[in-house]
């Protein structure tokens, strides 16, 4: 069954890290990739820009409108996802508490919902 | 350059469409799946289970705490998500805004971030 684990950071640390501890970071979560991968947990992760960055698309009635900024304004931001294949939630959740940056934030766990015609 | 679009929509609203209406959303939903797979925009895309399905985790001191729900309380949740290739922001924006369930909620597109090793 396929979960995503989505990270939650508080970006404002995150930007506070110095340069070493930030790539060390980046090294860690990159390591945890390549052993989910090695695992065959592994479907796709990614780490996203900052909110800053984001702009959020509405249509109503046909017409398209867009904002600056993300659509929730939270203390915490999500800052990238894991798309993991695992047995059960329990396995996910094994899988999501060793995710590096578990340790700075908040890592949610949601199975995937198939859609069928 | 990759984006992902994050899709949030009141599930209060969907819970509230009869099945057929439901059923018309989902199909119209897998059908822009291979439209945009047909472009060349698709990555990878998937639905999300209710809100209330989620676990948060958080590991402080080396211990580990479940709590039961999603993370971040919002006004909308979120129902699921897309990775997609775009030249840029705009055109991000414009294939965003072609998914049929956008009309229910709101998408935010977010550029992703290459991570190196230092």
Same mark, same amino acid.
């Given at each position: 069954?396929?979960?995503?684990?989505? @990270?939650?950071?508080?970006?404002?640390?995150?930007?506070?890290?110095?340069?070493?501890?930030?790539d060390a970071?980046?090294?860690?979560?990159? #390591?945890?990739?390549?052993?989910?991968?090695?695992?065959?947990?592994?479907?796709?992760?990614?780490?996203?820009?900052?909110?800053?960055?984001?702009?959020?698309?509405?249509?109503?009635?046909?017409?398209?409108?867009?904002?600056? *900024?993300?659509?929730?304004?939270?203390?915490?931001?999500?800052? *990238?996802?894991?798309?993991?294949?695992?047995?059960?939630?329990?396995?996910?959740?094994?899988? #999501?508490?060793?995710?590096?940056?578990?340790r700075?934030?908040?890592?949610?766990?949601r199975?995937?919902?198939?859609? @069928?015609? | 350059?990759?984006?992902?679009?994050?899709?949030?929509?009141?599930?209060?609203?969907l819970?509230?469409?009869?099945?057929?209406?439901? =059923? &018309?959303?989902?199909?119209?939903?897998?059908?822009?799946?291979?439209? $945009?797979?047909?472009? !060349?925009?698709? $990555?990878?895309?998937?639905?999300? =289970?209710?809100?209330?399905?989620?676990? &948060? $985790?958080?590991v402080?001191?080396?211990?580990?705490?479940? &709590?039961?729900?999603?993370?971040?309380? &919002?006004? !909308?949740?979120?129902?699921?998500?897309f990775?997609?290739?775009?030249?840029?922001?705009?055109?991000?924006?414009?294939?965003?805004?072609?998914?049929?369930?956008?009309?229910? !909620? $709101?998408?935010?597109?977010?550029?992703?971030?290459?991570? =190196?090793?230092?």
């Amino acid at each position: 069954m396929k979960y995503v684990c989505l @990270v939650y950071l508080v970006e404002e640390e995150m930007s506070a890290m110095t340069k070493r501890e930030a790539d060390a970071c980046t090294d860690e979560s990159l #390591a945890y990739d390549e052993a989910l991968r090695k695992a065959g947990h592994l479907v796709a992760a990614h780490a996203l820009q900052p909110v800053e960055a984001a702009t959020t698309v509405r249509v109503r009635n046909g017409k398209l409108s867009t904002t600056d *900024g993300p659509f929730a304004e939270t203390k915490e931001q999500l800052g *990238g996802f894991v798309l993991i294949e695992a047995r059960d939630l329990n396995d996910a959740i094994q899988v #999501a508490a060793k995710i590096p940056l578990a340790r700075r934030g908040s890592i949610e766990v949601r199975p995937i919902k198939k859609l @069928v015609r | 350059m990759k984006f992902m679009f994050m899709i949030y929509h009141d599930e209060k609203t969907l819970e509230a469409l009869s099945e057929g209406e439901m =059923q &018309t959303l989902v199909d119209s939903a897998l059908d822009y799946d291979d439209e $945009i797979r047909r472009s !060349g925009h698709y $990555i990878v895309s998937n639905a999300l =289970q209710r809100a209330r399905t989620a676990r &948060t $985790i958080r590991v402080r001191g080396g211990k580990a705490t479940t &709590t039961d729900g999603p993370f971040a309380e &919002t006004k !909308g949740q979120l129902g699921g998500f897309f990775l997609i290739e775009a030249k840029d922001m705009d055109e991000a924006c414009a294939v965003a805004a072609r998914f049929p369930p956008a009309r229910l !909620g $709101i998408i935010e597109v977010r550029p992703v971030r290459e991570l =190196q090793h230092s």
